[in-house]
């Protein structure tokens, strides 16, 4: 067994009590010493940060790079403008759905893009098989996270202006501690947030300087989850088996089940006549809502609002709704 790679801030997990589980070769934290469900409140309170360093960072810069990569997006008339960045789902030739990656235009035919550590693979293998160049960032720069309704207020905290972070659809460079960094606006988990990319040399003195102005805690990929399943967001574990996007647009949908007990990946929602409806790709318990929730496949006619679904969760039967 190959070993587990490690991000430039393992240590500065186990130091804060991280849970590290092994995930598409890295190792990272799945918890910290507060919990999944304390770290995802506070995401939703004040702010979360976020480890993502193992994603991948390419890009792609060529004459004619912006016709080449936009055979690959699945929505390939959206506007995209120097200084924005949009989450972008990725096809391969045959209209199947490869990744769902964060692409900055930093100017004409130069892209900038983000890719989940999961989806690294797939993205070059497309990359490879379309002929598109890129280059390879992912051993010079690394990343962090931040989301929560005070998110901005880290930055000013750190002496960056506010008027100076990216709006909605926007990337832009800025300084942070004297340092240079790649910053885009994102809200996969309902809060605003920002995707920062820098110098991988730097990663413990960035991560330091958020955490020292005392509001966000560092979240794992347990509150990722919980975070991104509230907020009805599909991510690579969707992309699994092999679907269309036209298909993961209209019929994966999220359903909200009662009480804590999760249905797991590949577990067969039914109706109360005990026909499958569909197949759950990802689900787990989302505190601010109180309940689990879960993405599911649907392979017909999606069921009504009314139509009482159930599944397995770990032995025991649970009921939900769309949701």
């Not at 690394?142 to 930055?155: D, L, M, T, Y």
């Not at 800025?174 to 730097?202: H, K, M, P, W, Y």
């Not at 009662?258 to 026909?275: F, H, I, L, M, S």
């Amino acid at each position: 067994m190959a070993e587990l790679k490690n991000t430039p801030l393992r240590e500065f997990h186990l130091e804060m009590g991280a849970k590290m589980v092994p995930r598409s070769g890295w190792n990272l934290p799945l918890n910290f010493s507060e919990g999944a469900a304390d770290e995802h409140e506070c995401c939703r309170s004040k702010a979360a940060l976020f480890d993502f360093c193992a994603d991948g960072r390419f890009r792609v810069a060529f004459k004619g790079a912006a016709e080449a990569l936009g055979k690959l997006f699945f929505d390939r008339n959206a506007e995209r403008l120097p200084g924005s960045c949009r989450r972008e789902l990725f096809v391969d030739s045959q209209g199947i759905a490869a990744a769902f990656c964060r692409v900055s235009v930093m100017g004409e035919d130069d892209f900038f893009i983000t890719v989940p550590f999961q989806s690294v693979p797939r993205v070059q293998k497309l990359f490879e098989e379309s002929e598109i160049e890129y280059g390879d960032l992912s051993e010079y720069l690394c990343g962090i996270g931040i989301s929560g309704p005070e998110s901005a207020e880290v930055f000013a905290l750190c002496g960056v202006n506010k008027d100076e972070l990216p709006r909605p659809g926007e990337t832009k460079v800025i300084e942070i501690d004297q340092l240079r960094a790649i910053v885009s606006f994102t809200d996969d988990f309902g809060e605003e947030g920002f995707e920062i990319s820098f110098n991988a040399e730097c990663a413990d003195q960035i991560w330091d300087l958020f955490l020292e102005t005392d509001i966000p805690w560092p979240a794992g990929l347990a509150a990722q989850e919980s975070l991104r399943l509230e907020h009805s967001l599909p991510g690579a574990p969707e992309l699994l088996a092999p679907k269309t996007a036209s298909e993961i647009s209209t019929s994966l949908k999220r359903v909200l089940f009662q009480g804590r007990r999760a249905p797991y990946a590949g577990v067969k929602v039914c109706n109360a006549a005990g026909d499958v409806l569909g197949v759950v790709t990802s689900g787990t318990y989302c505190p601010t809502l109180e309940q689990s929730a879960a993405l599911v496949f649907f392979s017909g006619a999606l069921p009504g609002a009314e139509t009482e679904l159930f599944c397995d969760a770990s032995g025991v039967t649970v009921t939900g709704f769309m949701g």
